[in-house]
């Protein structure tokens, strides 16, 4: 099969075909998604080895006694070992010894096939195009947001941001009647935020004022900084950025206000899907090029780009 596999360099090889293990199944690719924890491997994030992708709408390949053959899907990216005491706890994302799709010792979606857990799997909804599919896994981020942090209407809440993810959190946020702020730098991106609701604005134009929560979504150490500038006393700054490498941090800027400081990281995929087939967002306007698998080096140069939203590869 044709795969875009990284070591050290991405590179495009024909390699075997997966074999799915015990309680796995094979998912033929349709289309997969680059995201900017993908652009952060490339720097050397998490130190990873293998074929990159982990967001991806597929059709199920094999095993051919699987319940799943011939089921339209998409993949939640966490394996644990399912023994640990994290994992009985159900805390499995952060099993100790968990490999995660694309991004940590377990190859990815930038291929024709993968291999995951069916218990990995959830159905694409039939009214749910491929081009829309493919964003479950940043919208179920999104969403975690929500779930990290208690939101109320009266809440004043920003997102640093423009991206796809920032674009995402601010849409589903918005949709629990909070006052959502987003800040960028690209005119064209918060233009995609106003129909839900969203007040969008260039960093320079961003009013006065703080907020009680703000989500840091911007890619960039420098969006922490101004985070950090604009959440209220005692509010919290939730951190969905991933870095390859490591940005000092003024402790003084979290103790004084006494500010939480909060991780979010993957998030609930039928809640994701619920909002897909319902149509309450519909993310393919972020799409901003698809290229095939077989020009997968491109598409990542293409994606590095300034001011670039989603790249897709076509894998079919």
Excluded at 134 to 139: I, K, R, S, Y
Excluded at 199 to 216: I, K, N, T
Aim: proline letters at 9%; charged letters at 20%; hydrophobic letters at 45%.
């Amino acid at each position: 099969m044709l795969a875009l596999y990284f070591d050290g360099t991405p590179e495009l090889k024909e390699l075997p075909t997966p074999k799915p293990g015990a309680g796995e199944v094979l998912v033929r690719v349709s289309l997969a998604g680059v995201c900017g924890t993908d652009l952060q491997i490339l720097k050397g994030y998490h130190g990873f080895r293998g074929i990159m992708g982990h967001e991806f709408v597929g059709v199920v390949a094999g095993p051919y006694d699987s319940p799943w053959l011939g089921q339209r899907v998409v993949g939640e990216i966490n394996l644990g070992c399912g023994a640990c005491d994290l994992c009985r706890q159900g805390l499995s994302r952060h099993c100790r010894a968990r490999r995660v799709l694309g991004i940590k010792d377990h190859d990815g979606a930038f291929a024709q096939y993968l291999t995951l857990p069916a218990a990995n799997l959830h159905l694409a909804p039939p009214e749910v195009p491929d081009e829309a599919a493919v964003f479950t896994e940043p919208l179920a981020a999104a969403l975690r947001v929500a779930e990290t942090v208690q939101i109320s209407p009266e809440h004043r809440i920003l997102v640093v941001g423009d991206g796809p993810l920032g674009l995402q959190i601010s849409w589903v946020l918005a949709l629990n009647g909070a006052q959502i702020s987003l800040a960028g730098h690209h005119p064209e991106h918060l233009v995609l935020a106003r129909p839900y609701g969203v007040a969008a604005y260039l960093e320079p134009d961003l009013p006065a004022g703080d907020y009680h929560v703000v989500v840091e979504a911007s890619g960039s150490p420098g969006g922490l900084e101004l985070a950090l500038s604009r959440v209220r006393p005692q509010g919290t700054v939730v951190l969905k950025s991933t870095y390859a490498g490591r940005f000092p941090l003024d402790p003084a800027a979290v103790v004084v206000p006494e500010v939480r400081l909060v991780g979010s990281r993957c998030g609930p995929f039928p809640g994701a899907l619920r909002l897909l087939r319902q149509g309450w967002v519909d993310p393919r306007p972020l799409i901003a090029r698809t290229f095939p698998l077989a020009q997968g080096t491109a598409a990542l140069d293409w994606a590095r780009r300034p001011g670039v939203l989603k790249v897709l590869l076509d894998c079919r």
